[in-house]
Protein backbone atom coordinates (compact mmCIF):
# COMPACT_ATOMS: atom_id res chain seq x y z
CA UNK A 1 0.00 0.00 0.00
CA UNK A 2 1.48 3.34 -1.34
CA UNK A 3 -1.03 5.99 0.80
CA UNK A 4 -2.06 5.23 4.27
CA UNK A 5 -6.14 6.13 3.77
CA UNK A 6 -7.66 8.61 5.58
CA UNK A 7 -10.56 7.49 8.28
CA UNK A 8 -13.49 8.05 6.79
CA UNK A 9 -15.54 5.41 8.72
CA UNK A 10 -13.87 3.46 11.80
CA UNK A 11 -14.88 -0.12 11.97
CA UNK A 12 -17.41 0.24 14.93
CA UNK A 13 -19.35 2.97 13.04
CA UNK A 14 -19.21 0.10 10.23
CA UNK A 15 -20.29 -2.46 12.75
CA UNK A 16 -23.07 -0.73 14.40
CA UNK A 17 -24.72 0.32 10.88
CA UNK A 18 -24.77 -3.52 9.67
CA UNK A 19 -26.48 -4.43 12.78
CA UNK A 20 -28.99 -1.80 12.07
CA UNK A 21 -29.44 -2.65 8.20
CA UNK A 22 -29.91 -6.15 9.73
CA UNK A 23 -32.72 -5.60 11.68
CA UNK A 24 -34.15 -3.02 8.98
CA UNK A 25 -33.90 -5.49 6.58
CA UNK A 26 -35.24 -8.26 9.00
CA UNK A 27 -38.61 -6.53 9.01
CA UNK A 28 -39.15 -5.83 5.99
CA UNK A 29 -38.66 -9.32 5.10
CA UNK A 30 -40.36 -11.15 8.19
CA UNK A 31 -41.63 -14.48 7.86
CA UNK A 32 -39.63 -14.76 3.75
CA UNK A 33 -36.87 -16.27 2.64
CA UNK A 34 -35.00 -14.28 0.71
CA UNK A 35 -32.06 -15.06 -1.72
CA UNK A 36 -29.10 -12.35 -1.29
CA UNK A 37 -26.96 -11.76 -4.27
CA UNK A 38 -23.75 -9.66 -4.23
CA UNK A 39 -21.86 -8.13 -6.55
CA UNK A 40 -18.37 -9.17 -6.59
CA UNK A 41 -16.04 -8.23 -5.28
CA UNK A 42 -15.62 -4.92 -3.54
CA UNK A 43 -19.58 -6.16 -1.78
CA UNK A 44 -18.09 -9.37 -0.10
CA UNK A 45 -16.88 -8.24 3.14
CA UNK A 46 -20.25 -6.26 3.69
CA UNK A 47 -22.00 -9.21 2.33
CA UNK A 48 -20.26 -11.43 5.09
CA UNK A 49 -20.90 -9.37 7.64
CA UNK A 50 -24.55 -8.65 6.60
CA UNK A 51 -25.71 -11.88 6.46
CA UNK A 52 -24.45 -12.70 9.63
CA UNK A 53 -26.57 -10.02 11.29
CA UNK A 54 -30.18 -10.69 9.08
CA UNK A 55 -32.54 -12.42 10.75
CA UNK A 56 -34.22 -14.28 8.13
CA UNK A 57 -33.72 -18.07 6.37
CA UNK A 58 -31.62 -17.12 3.18
CA UNK A 59 -29.69 -18.13 0.48
CA UNK A 60 -26.61 -16.72 -0.91
CA UNK A 61 -25.29 -16.12 -4.27
CA UNK A 62 -22.78 -13.41 -5.95
CA UNK A 63 -22.47 -12.00 -9.51
CA UNK A 64 -19.77 -10.12 -11.17
CA UNK A 65 -20.80 -7.16 -14.33
CA UNK A 66 -18.04 -6.59 -16.95
CA UNK A 67 -18.16 -3.31 -19.17
CA UNK A 68 -16.13 -4.19 -22.06
CA UNK A 69 -16.12 -0.80 -23.64
CA UNK A 70 -17.90 3.07 -23.46
CA UNK A 71 -20.32 4.12 -25.68
CA UNK A 72 -19.60 7.22 -27.55
CA UNK A 73 -21.32 8.84 -24.55
CA UNK A 74 -18.47 7.88 -22.42
CA UNK A 75 -21.14 5.52 -20.44
CA UNK A 76 -19.83 1.94 -19.70
CA UNK A 77 -21.45 -0.42 -22.17
CA UNK A 78 -22.98 -3.30 -19.69
CA UNK A 79 -22.15 -6.75 -21.96
CA UNK A 80 -21.44 -9.45 -19.50
CA UNK A 81 -22.71 -10.76 -16.22
CA UNK A 82 -20.99 -13.70 -14.73
CA UNK A 83 -22.73 -16.04 -12.35
CA UNK A 84 -19.99 -18.15 -9.80
CA UNK A 85 -23.60 -20.03 -9.30
CA UNK A 86 -27.14 -20.31 -11.43
CA UNK A 87 -29.33 -17.59 -9.44
CA UNK A 88 -33.37 -18.65 -8.83
CA UNK A 89 -34.37 -15.56 -9.93
CA UNK A 90 -38.26 -16.59 -10.35
CA UNK A 91 -40.50 -16.26 -7.55
CA UNK A 92 -37.57 -15.14 -5.11
CA UNK A 93 -37.29 -12.41 -2.80
CA UNK A 94 -33.83 -10.56 -3.83
CA UNK A 95 -32.01 -8.60 -1.97
CA UNK A 96 -29.16 -7.18 -4.32
CA UNK A 97 -26.27 -5.92 -2.48
CA UNK A 98 -23.64 -3.20 -4.45
CA UNK A 99 -20.62 -1.87 -2.45
CA UNK A 100 -20.80 1.67 -4.24
CA UNK A 101 -23.82 3.41 -6.23
CA UNK A 102 -22.30 6.27 -7.71
CA UNK A 103 -23.44 6.79 -12.05
CA UNK A 104 -26.62 4.19 -11.13
CA UNK A 105 -25.70 2.41 -14.80
CA UNK A 106 -24.34 -0.98 -13.42
CA UNK A 107 -27.43 -1.10 -11.22
CA UNK A 108 -29.80 -0.02 -13.32
CA UNK A 109 -28.63 -2.54 -16.06
CA UNK A 110 -28.48 -5.69 -13.55
CA UNK A 111 -32.03 -4.09 -12.07
CA UNK A 112 -33.49 -4.69 -15.84
CA UNK A 113 -31.98 -7.77 -16.15
CA UNK A 114 -33.05 -9.44 -12.68
CA UNK A 115 -36.77 -8.50 -12.94
CA UNK A 116 -36.93 -9.61 -16.69
CA UNK A 117 -36.65 -13.00 -14.67
CA UNK A 118 -39.58 -12.63 -12.35
CA UNK A 119 -38.46 -12.35 -8.55
CA UNK A 120 -41.56 -12.28 -6.11
CA UNK A 121 -39.45 -9.16 -4.95
CA UNK A 122 -36.38 -6.92 -5.62
CA UNK A 123 -35.02 -4.90 -3.51
CA UNK A 124 -31.36 -2.97 -3.05
CA UNK A 125 -28.87 -2.89 -0.47
CA UNK A 126 -25.21 -0.54 -0.66
CA UNK A 127 -22.56 -0.09 1.42
CA UNK A 128 -22.14 3.79 0.22
CA UNK A 129 -24.76 5.80 -1.74
CA UNK A 130 -23.36 8.60 -3.41
CA UNK A 131 -26.43 10.43 -5.30
CA UNK A 132 -24.49 13.15 -6.30
CA UNK A 133 -23.11 11.08 -8.83
CA UNK A 134 -26.08 9.78 -10.22
CA UNK A 135 -26.18 9.47 -14.11
CA UNK A 136 -29.08 7.41 -14.49
CA UNK A 137 -32.37 7.85 -11.85
CA UNK A 138 -31.77 4.65 -9.56
CA UNK A 139 -32.16 4.91 -5.80
CA UNK A 140 -31.57 1.74 -3.16
CA UNK A 141 -34.07 0.46 -1.01
CA UNK A 142 -31.26 0.87 2.03
CA UNK A 143 -27.71 2.37 2.18
CA UNK A 144 -25.13 1.76 5.20
CA UNK A 145 -24.09 5.14 4.33
CA UNK A 146 -24.58 8.22 1.98
CA UNK A 147 -21.39 10.19 0.94
CA UNK A 148 -22.60 13.28 -0.64
CA UNK A 149 -18.96 14.68 -1.51
CA UNK A 150 -17.79 13.15 -4.85
CA UNK A 151 -14.30 14.92 -4.59
CA UNK A 152 -14.04 13.75 -1.15
CA UNK A 153 -11.15 10.85 -2.49
CA UNK A 154 -11.24 7.70 -3.58
CA UNK A 155 -12.81 5.31 -0.96
CA UNK A 156 -11.32 2.24 0.10
CA UNK A 157 -11.30 -0.40 2.56
CA UNK A 158 -13.64 -2.95 4.02
CA UNK A 159 -13.49 -4.77 0.74
CA UNK A 160 -13.68 -1.53 -1.55
CA UNK A 161 -10.31 -1.33 -3.42
CA UNK A 162 -7.56 0.94 -5.90
CA UNK A 163 -6.09 -1.59 -7.60
CA UNK A 164 -6.89 -4.50 -5.74
CA UNK A 165 -5.46 -2.97 -2.43
CA UNK A 166 -7.08 -2.20 1.18
CA UNK A 167 -10.14 -4.52 0.83
CA UNK A 168 -8.52 -5.93 4.23
CA UNK A 169 -8.56 -2.62 5.96
CA UNK A 170 -11.37 -2.82 8.65
CA UNK A 171 -12.51 0.57 8.54
CA UNK A 172 -13.47 2.80 5.20
CA UNK A 173 -10.75 5.29 4.31
CA UNK A 174 -10.20 8.02 1.27
CA UNK A 175 -6.92 8.48 -0.84
CA UNK A 176 -6.45 11.10 -2.90
CA UNK A 177 -7.60 10.57 -6.30
CA UNK A 178 -4.79 9.69 -8.83
CA UNK A 179 -4.32 12.65 -11.13
CA UNK A 180 -6.50 11.40 -14.96
CA UNK A 181 -4.24 9.86 -17.42
CA UNK A 182 -3.38 12.42 -20.09
Not at 166 to 181: D, E, F, H, N
Request: some cysteine; glycine content about 8%.
Amino acid sequence: MTARPEVLLDAETIRRRVEALGAEIGQAYAGREIAVVGLMKSCLVFMADLIRVLPLELTCHTLRVAATHETPSGHPEITDIVYSAEIPWEGRHVLLLDDIIDTGITLRFLLDHIRDRNPASLRVCTLIDKPKDRKVEVRPDWAAFTVEDPQAGFLVGYGLDFGERYRGLPYIGTIPRPAPQA
